[in-house]
Structure formats: C-alpha cells, structure tokens
C-alpha cells in the first residue's frame, strides 16, 4: 500500500550497498592495523630466534645488557661485571648495535 512496486524491486540491491561501508572499514583495519602488527609481530619472533650469547639487548623493562646465555624460554643477561639476570625470553625488545653498552 506504501511501498511501491518499484522500490520493493529495488531493495535487494540496496541490502548490499548498506554493508558496503563495513566492508571498507575491515578492509582499512586489515591494511592499517593487523597486517602491520603482524609483520611486527614476525620479525620479533625471528629476532628471539637468532638471539645468541654475546648480543647486547635491551629488555621491555628497561634492562640494558649483554646476553650469556640462551636457552628455550629463558635469556640470562649481564647487566654489570658479574651481576647477571634471568628473564623471559619473551621480554627482549631490541636487539642493540655490537658496542652499544660501551657508549652508555
């Protein structure tokens, strides 16, 4: 009685045009936020990988040192002549350029 014939045809068609815009907004999350955190994420894991006695590092919580030793979930770190912490592995941010820990 409202509706016409017409605009009753139409109205499939515009059920997908109003999910366009939500399918844009995933599309820039996904390019902006995930993908780039997953690369992050990635390169993070490779570096714990490589990570060997001699690397100086630098932890989340602000330990700055020289790894000793490496093992499966845990890197111990000497942050002073003969001062040497034990942390998760998971807690290594950065790895530092060779001589960093002598400019400090």
């Known amino acids: 009685m409202f509706i016409s014939n ?3 045809a139409a109205a499939p068609a515009t059920d997908i045009m109003s999910f366009l815009p939500m399918v844009v907004i995933f599309v820039l ?4 936020l995930i993908r780039p955190q997953m690369k992050q994420a990635k ?19 602000g330990i700055v040192g020289k790894v000793t030793k490496v093992g499966e979930n845990f890197v111990s770190i000497e942050i002073a ?5 034990n942390v ?9 350029p060779p ?5 400090i």
């Not at 999350?29 to 902006?32: D, K, L, S, T």
């Not at 390169?43 to 919580?61: I, P, R, Y």
């Not at 002549?81 to 912490?85: F, I, L, Q």
Request: glycine share 6%; net charge positive.
């Open 43 to 61: 390169q993070h894991k490779s570096m714990l990988e490589t990570l060997k006695a001699g690397d100086e590092v630098a932890t989340n919580g």
């Open 6 to 8: 017409a605009y009753a």
């Open 81 to 85: 002549t003969n001062t040497v912490v």
């Open 29 to 32: 999350f996904y390019f902006m």
């Open 88 to 96: 998760q592995k998971h807690t290594v941010q950065t790895l530092l």
């Open 99 to 103: 001589g960093t820990l002598k400019s």
